[in-house]
Structures are given as C-alpha cells and as structure tokens.
C-alpha cells in the first residue's frame, strides 16, 4: 500500500485553519457568556466556564478530532488526515500522544523543534508523531473515470514499451478532463512514436482503445 | 493475458459489493444505507490486494489501479480500526486498568517523587529555619503575597464575602492551571528527562518553601487547613505524571534492545493511560479545592479528611485492579 506524506507547509496551513477556528469559538462564547452576565456570581462562573472551554480546545480539540474522524477540520480542508504508520485509522492513544506533545514541538515558539524534527525525518513526522507512531497523509482524492468515448480500435506498433502503453492508455483515460487544445499538447509529447501526418490525439486514442479490449471484444481471451 | 477491460469486467461484482459494504460501514451508525451482512469483507479484500497487485503488475491504467488502491485502503482502514465500548472501557481503567498501569512503573514513580518531596522537604526546612532561605526561594514579592493571602487576620483566604461566588471560577482555573501543569510534566520527558526533572525540582522548590514558611510564621490553621483536602489527588498526581514523562525520557537515554524510536512509541502507548488518570486525579483535586477547601472549618476536621483522602488513594493506587489479569 502506498501512502504519500505531508509536508510542513500544507500542515502548517492546516494547522492556521484550526488556530482561526479554534479563536473564532472562543470568541462565539465569550459572547454567549457576556450575555447572562450581571451578578458577581454569574460574571466568576461565565469566566470558569470560559477557562474550562479555553483548556478543552488548548489540549483536546485536535485530539478529539483526530481520533473521532482521523482529521481536524483544518486538515480535512486540505485533504489530509492521520493514520498509525502501518496506515491504519489512528486510536485513541495515538491521537493523544502526538496531540500533547504539541507543547514540546511548539518549543522556544511556533513549532520549531516540529519544524526542525520534520526536515530531518524522511517521512515528516514532529516529536508527537514518532513518539505516537502516527503520519500525517494526504487522502486519496476520488477516482476518475476510466472510460472514454472512442469505438475504433487500432493495434499499436509492436515496439511500444511496455510503459508506454501504459502512458497511451492513461492519456485516453484523462482526455475525458481535458480540453482538446490541451489534448493536442499533451499528445504531442508523444510525437516521437507517431507518424508525421496523422491526427496524434485520434491515433493515440484509437491505440488505447485497442490495448484495453484487443481488436474486438470476442477476442479478449485468457491466454 | 486478459486485457484491461476483460479484466474489469470480470471483477467489476466483486467492486461494486466491496464499494456498497464500504459505504455502509463509512455511513453514520443508525443510517439506514448500513447493510447488515458484511462477513465476506475481509474475502474480498484479500482478493482486492491480489487483483491490484495483477493490474499493477500487468500494466493496466493507472486510473485502474488507483481505484482498487482506494478500495484498498478503505477496506484497510475499516478492518483495522478499533471497536469496544467507551463506558466498558472506562470502567475498566477506573476499576484498576489505571492503578495497574501506575504500578507497572513503581520504579519511575519513587524517583519523580522524590525529585519531588525531597526537593519540598529540604527547601521547606530551610524555609522555616530562615526568612532568608524562602526569599532565596521564592522572591520576596511572592512571599508577601503568600502572607497575605493566607494571613489568619483576613478570616478567608479568598476575598472577603466572595467565597461561594468565586467557587466555579477557580474550579476553571485550577483545572487549566494544574492539569496543564500535569500535560506538560509528562510532555516535556521527551526531552531526555529534563523538562520533566525540571518541574518536579521546581515545583518542589516553591511548595516546600511556601509550606515551611507559613508553617513557621504559624499560619498552620490557614494553610494547612486549606490545602490539606486537595493536596493529596494534586501532588500524588503531579508526581504521576512526572513519572510518565520519565518513561518517555527512558525509552531515548536507555532503549535496550531495540531502536529509539521504537523503544519510544512503546513507552509512549504505555505512558496514555497513566497520564489520563493523572489528569482525571488533578480533575478531582481541582473539584475538592474549589468547593471544600475554602470552607471555614475547624483544623482537626480539615486535617482528618485531608488525611483520610490521602488514605484512599494510596489504598486505591496500591490495590486496585490486583488479582485480575484481564486487559482491557
């Protein structure tokens, strides 16, 4: 299985999306609470209230959403999330383990020794990470299509690599995302396989068409 | 060989039941898309991994190979995760998974104890013995300020007629205060021990000075009496989480037989729970500060209870959980 890590500066973006978040919160309560204060009591007890939300959010908002849904909402903005280094969902202690030892990868101030312990680690992992046993990934995004509108079927030469019949047929696949302008650069690259004089999108199409179902279908037989 | 889109065709029911599982098990608990068979899951997912390494292999698109690895490591994801339940959970460790894990660590915890009550114990004696030693100590700005606070005179140790008003707003500082101080006992052992050695040391400086300056000016009913109920959960539990940054700090000076990284995630994992229920302890410490210790009642009676708690935990983190060898 293939996972591709994330680096500081997406983290670090993701990590600002929570930090608003996170003010934005406080200050939505800081208002609710002004709202029922009036007595010297209700004014202490709104200010404990707000000291209990302040401690949450500073120890357990990253925590709790990590390892409720494997991402903050920061993070999932960016298409990231964590797992445990053998890719599986991170648990509990995984969570809270990379989560409090924040405070020390936050040392002397925003996260420097986070920052210099992810440069010198070749999967990016801070203090929290390696001592939780956790990565920070980018999620795998939706699938494409891996069809494409083309019925004729053309064999390609025989000295096609095989890499580049895998590079015919995924150039026939993503078309479908392309505009025919950027069809024609793309195909282009490709030119030196081709022919002068023929249409390289449509010979290039008509190539795939055939390495996905041979000649014709009936002919697609175990060999 | 089977080219690509004989090759799709042919599993395209297995990807299509995998994906309809997927979805279900992804959905919300009580949605009504969660099917109620999905026993051939791990099955398919075996045979997945196989057809993705086939298409890998043989040089199908990439757009194919993409999606099974998709299917891959969702499946993955719902076949590792961690099922139980929360409430069992927790009673397992307040039951003794806790006290448990505390035990396992007696040696850690003598020394972040007695990085902290020796350190108390002689910076209050010299406290007592020489205003001196507790300016050295503490500053002479904090000592007056102690003074004050706990001056006999005063009647309470809160503002005057205040008592009751402010009792949830230091419940909410001394939660954010001490159970942060807590986090970041345990936290800071990564640093090779030294954040971890360096609150306890500080921590001991300050308290034993206080203590045995106010002991010897003869403030003992004020002091004493407020922080006899509270100090047992609140100190216990600070050198708990001492001794869980200690294991962190251990596993990098002295791994054994295996390498520093390793030696840390485990001591890390084991270090969760002990760190947990030192934060839950502080938690219950805050609680008792808050609403019992600022009552205005004879010394004997805060004395004994302050006393008594100090019983119980000792009791509970010496024998709870004994005797039972299932893991939770």
Not at chain 2, 46 to 56: D, E, G, M, N, S
Not at chain 2, 154 to 175: K, Q
Request: proline share 2%; net charge neutral.
């Amino acid at each position: 299985m293939q996972i591709a890590v994330a680096g500081p500066v997406i983290r670090g973006m993701a990590w600002l999306v929570d930090v608003i978040i996170r003010s934005i919160i406080l200050i939505a309560l800081l208002i609710a609470l002004s709202s029922i204060m009036g007595s010297r009591q209700s004014d202490y007890s709104a200010m404990g209230f707000f000291l209990i939300a302040q401690f949450l959010l500073s120890w357990f908002y990253t925590t709790l959403f990590e390892a409720m849904t494997g991402s903050t909402p920061g993070k999932k903005l960016y298409g990231l999330w964590v797992v445990h280094d053998n890719a599986t969902p991170i648990t509990w202690s995984g969570a809270l383990i990379r989560n409090f030892l924040r405070v020390v990868d936050n040392l002397p101030f925003i996260y420097m020794v986070g920052l210099i312990t992810m440069l010198m680690d070749n999967r990016f992992r801070r203090l929290g990470d390696l001592a939780g046993g956790t990565l920070v990934v980018y999620r795998d995004r939706t699938t494409d299509s891996t069809s494409f509108a083309h019925n004729e079927g053309l064999p390609p030469p025989e000295w096609l690599s095989r890499d580049e019949r895998q590079a015919v047929v995924d150039f026939a696949e993503r078309s479908e995302q392309l505009s025919p302008e950027r069809q024609q650069e793309l195909a282009g690259v490709l030119s030196h396989l081709l022919d002068d004089d023929t249409d390289a999108v449509h010979t290039l199409k008509s190539w795939a068409h055939w390495i996905l179902r041979g000649q014709t279908d009936a002919q697609s037989t175990r060999v | 060989m089977l080219n690509q889109r004989g090759f799709e065709q042919q599993y395209e029911k297995d990807w299509a039941r995998i994906e309809a599982t997927l979805d279900s098990l992804e959905s919300w608990r009580f949605s009504k898309k969660r099917v109620a068979d999905n026993s051939d899951l791990p099955t398919l997912y075996a045979a997945l991994c196989q057809q993705h390494a086939l298409a890998q292999s043989r040089g199908y698109s990439h757009a194919l190979t993409k999606r099974l690895h998709e299917l891959i490591t969702r499946a993955h994801h719902q076949l590792y995760q961690n099922r139980g339940h929360l409430l069992y959970r927790i009673i397992q460790f307040l039951g003794g998974g806790f006290a448990r894990a505390v035990r396992e660590q007696w040696k850690l915890l003598a020394i972040s104890s007695a990085l902290f009550f020796v350190t108390a114990f002689i910076c209050g004696g010299f406290a007592a013995y020489s205003v001196d030693f507790a300016d050295l100590f503490m500053g002479s700005k904090n000592r007056f300020a102690l003074e004050t606070m706990y001056d006999p005179a005063r009647g309470s140790i809160r503002e005057e007629g205040m008592e009751d008003d402010t009792n949830f707003y230091m419940f909410g500082f001394y939660i954010m205060n001490n159970i942060s101080i807590d986090f970041r006992t345990f936290a800071s052992g990564i640093l090779f021990c030294v954040g971890t050695v360096f609150v306890l040391v500080f921590n001991g400086i300050q308290i034993g000075a206080a203590a045995g300056h106010l002991s010897a000016i003869g403030y003992n009913e004020t002091f004493w009496g407020f922080v006899s109920g509270h100090s047992a959960p609140e100190l216990i539990a600070l050198c708990i989480s001492g001794a869980a940054g200690l294991m962190l700090g251990m596993a990098l000076i002295k791994p054994g037989r295996q390498t520093r990284r390793l030696a840390l995630v485990r001591a890390a994992k084991k270090a969760v729970p002990i760190i947990v229920g030192a934060g839950l302890m502080t938690l219950l410490a805050a609680f008792i500060e808050a609403y019992w210790s600022s009552k205005e009642l004879d010394l004997s009676i805060k004395i004994s209870v302050g006393v008594l708690i100090w019983i119980l935990h000792i009791l509970y983190l010496c024998l709870a959980g004994r005797g039972r060898h299932h893991h939770g």
